[in-house]
C-alpha cells in the first residue's frame, strides 16, 4: 500500500504540474507577468509566475495520499500548509517586490503550520531528535524550537537565491529531493518518502519548460515554495542532516551572496550582477568589486561558458550532493 501511495503521488503530481504549466504560461502572458532573459541575446520576455504549476503539483499530489489513506494525516496537512504559504510569500514578493530583510522575516511564517503540528500531534510530528552518523539520536528540548522557523526560511531562500539560469532550480532541487528520497528509504521514514514523491513529482512535471531556453520563469512563488517544502520534509523526516549536504550547492550559493553583499539585499537591490553575456549566450564571471559573488562566479572562474554547459556544472555539483547525502544516510545506519 505504501508503493502504491508513494507511486500514484509522483505521478499525479507530475501530471498536475505538467498540464498545468502551459495554462499558468499563458495566464502569465495575458497578465503581464514577464521578466526579461538576460542572459539571451536580446533579453527576451519570458512569462513568470510558473511556480504556481509547482503549487498545484503538490496539491494534486496531497490530495491523491489523503483519498488513498482513507485520512488526512498529520503530515501531510503540515507539509502542504507550509509549501503554500511560502509560495504565497513569493507571490506577495513578485507582485508588490519586497526587500530582502522583509521577504526573509515573512519566510520564517510558513513554518508556522510545521510549529503547531508538532504542538498539536507530538507522535506524528517529532521535534528536537535529530540523527547524526556516528552520533545517534541528539535530543534538544529549547534550542531545536528556537531554530525551528530557520529550518524552513533557510532552504526556502537558498533555493530562491539559486534560481538564476534556466533549469537550475528544477535541477539543483531535484537532486537534493532525491536524496532525502533515498535516505528515507533507507532509514525507513515513510513520511518523508511520500512527501518527495509528492515535490519531485511536481517538479520533474514543470521542469520541461523551464530548462534551457525557458519557456517560463519560475519565479519566488515557485523557488521559496519548493525549498520551504525540502525544509519540512527535512525536520519531519528527521533528515536533517541529510538535507543539509543533499542542500550544499544551495547554501554554498547562498553563503557567498550575503558574504559578499553583507546583509540581505533583495537581487533588484543588487547593482551589479554576478555574471556578464559577452554575446552568443555566453556567460562570464563579472570581476568587478561590486558585484556579488556566487556560485556561478566560481564555476566561470576558469573562463566563460555558454549558459547550457554552466547549467550543466551546477546539475554535476548537484548530483555529488546527491550522491555524499545518501552516504550520510548510510552512515546513519551502519554507526
Given at each position: 500500500?505504501?508503493?502504491?501511495?508513494?507511486?500514484?503521488?509522483?505521478?499525479?503530481?507530475?501530471?498536475?504540474?505538467w498540464l498545468v504549466t502551459p495554462k499558468v504560461i499563458e495566464y502569465s502572458r495575458r497578465k503581464g507577468y514577464l521578466g526579461r532573459d538576460v542572459h539571451k541575446p536580446g533579453q527576451p520576455l519570458i512569462p513568470e509566475m510558473g511556480g504556481l504549476s509547482i503549487l498545484v503539483g503538490v496539491a494534486v499530489g496531497s490530495v491523491i495520499c489523503c483519498l488513498l489513506a482513507l485520512n488526512v494525516e498529520p503530515w501531510i496537512v503540515v507539509f502542504t500548509c507550509c509549501t503554500m504559504i511560502a509560495g504565497g510569500i513569493g507571490a506577495l514578493d513578485y507582485l508588490v517586490t519586497l526587500t530582502g530583510v522583509t521577504k526573509t522575516a515573512l519566510t520564517v511564517i510558513a513554518c508556522l503550520p510545521l510549529i503547531v503540528g508538532a504542538v498539536l500531534w507530538p507522535k506524528h510530528i517529532v521535534i528536537g531528535r535529530p540523527?547524526?552518523?556516528?552520533?545517534?539520536?541528539?535530543?534538544?528540548?529549547?534550542?531545536?524550537?528556537?531554530?525551528?522557523?530557520?529550518?524552513?526560511?533557510?532552504?526556502?531562500?537558498?533555493v530562491n537565491m539559486i534560481d538564476t539560469f534556466n533549469g537550475v532550480m528544477p535541477i539543483t532541487s531535484s537532486f537534493s529531493v532525491l536524496g532525502l528520497l533515498v535516505a528515507s528509504l533507507i532509514l525507513g521514514r515513510w513520511e518523508a518518502l511520500l512527501m518527495c514523491c509528492i515535490l519531485l513529482g511536481a517538479l520533474l512535471g514543470y521542469m520541461p519548460y523551464n530548462l534551457y531556453p525557458s519557456k517560463v520563469f519560475t519565479s519566488d512563488v515557485g523557488s521559496l515554495a519548493v525549498g520551504a517544502a525540502i525544509g519540512v520534509i527535512a525536520v519531519v523526516g528527521r533528515l536533517e542532516i541529510?538535507?543539509?549536504?543533499?542542500?550544499?550547492?544551495?547554501?554554498?550559493?547562498?553563503?557567498?551572496?550575503?558574504?559578499?553583499?553583507?546583509?540581505?539585499?533583495?537581487?533588484?537591490?543588487?547593482?551589479?550582477?554576478?555574471?556578464?553575456?559577452?554575446?552568443?549566450?555566453?556567460?562570464?564571471?563579472?570581476?568587478?568589486?561590486?558585484?556579488?559573488?556566487?556560485?556561478?562566479?566560481?564555476?566561470?572562474?576558469?573562463?566563460?561558458?555558454?549558459?547550457?554547459?554552466?547549467?550543466?556544472?551546477?546539475?554535476?555539483?548537484?548530483?555529488?550532493?546527491?550522491?555524499?547525502?545518501?552516504?550520510?544516510?548510510?552512515?546513519?545506519?551502519?554507526?
Open positions: 500500500m505504501l508503493l502504491l501511495k508513494a507511486a500514484a503521488a509522483f505521478v499525479s503530481s507530475l501530471a498536475a504540474s540523527e547524526l552518523p556516528f552520533i545517534g539520536t541528539m535530543r534538544f528540548t529549547i534550542i531545536y524550537w528556537i531554530l525551528l522557523p530557520f529550518a524552513v526560511a533557510a532552504p526556502a531562500n537558498a541529510v538535507g543539509i549536504v543533499a542542500l550544499m550547492p544551495q547554501i554554498m550559493n547562498s553563503f557567498y551572496i550575503l558574504s559578499s553583499v553583507k546583509g540581505l539585499l533583495e537581487r533588484r537591490q543588487i547593482r551589479e550582477r554576478p555574471t556578464v553575456v559577452l554575446g552568443d549566450n555566453v556567460v562570464a564571471a563579472n570581476r568587478s568589486e561590486r558585484a556579488p559573488l556566487t556560485l556561478a562566479n566560481l564555476i566561470l572562474s576558469r573562463g566563460p561558458l555558454k549558459e547550457p554547459e554552466l547549467v550543466k556544472r551546477y546539475a554535476i555539483l548537484s548530483f555529488s550532493s546527491f550522491i555524499l547525502s545518501v552516504v550520510t544516510a548510510v552512515l546513519m545506519v551502519v554507526t
